[in-house]
């Protein structure tokens, strides 16, 4: 009887034997295919990254370019002198400069054109005709 035992004792550990190597190659297998997803996820990933980096810079160039025309849409330039649209949407009474965009001035004396102090630009405009230049302006906005 002891015989019987010591045979159903070696089976039994060679049956856990058996199943151990099956759960190990069982394991590794899983763990490959856990690894090849990884590799597919982190391909993924990085073509991810880059089609943001992508996007983020072409949405970049975009409000840039929006900007710029907004800029260009503010400013109507009218003998010489730009005339910005106030929070109204009507145009300022202020002229500016055309280049830098700062307030233009005249002396008020009779043919002296209007200037602009920082960077020097002469327009055509002359003190006496900013009133009539705006109302003509904000006629054409009707």
Not at 2 to 21: E, H, M, P, Q, R
Not at 43 to 64: S, Y
Not at 86 to 109: K, W
Not at 115 to 130: E, F, M, R, Y
Request: glycine share 4%.
């Amino acid at each position: 009887m002891a015989d019987v035992s010591t045979i159903f004792s070696f089976v039994k550990k060679l049956a856990n034997g058996v199943t151990d190597a099956m759960t190990a190659e069982v394991l590794r297998e899983r763990i490959n295919l856990i690894n090849d997803q990884l590799d597919i996820l982190r391909t993924a990933h990085e073509a991810a990254q880059k089609e943001l980096a992508d996007c983020k810079a072409k949405c970049n160039a975009l409000e840039n370019e929006v900007a710029r025309y907004r800029e260009t849409e503010q400013f109507v330039i009218k003998n010489g002198a730009a005339f910005k649209k106030d929070a109204t949407g009507r145009y300022s009474d202020v002229p500016l400069c055309p280049r830098c965009h700062n307030p233009i001035s005249g002396s008020g004396m009779l043919g002296i054109p209007m200037q602009c102090i920082p960077c020097h630009h002469v327009t055509n405009l002359h003190p006496s005709k900013v009133d009539s230049v705006v109302a003509e302006l904000n006629k054409s906005l009707e």
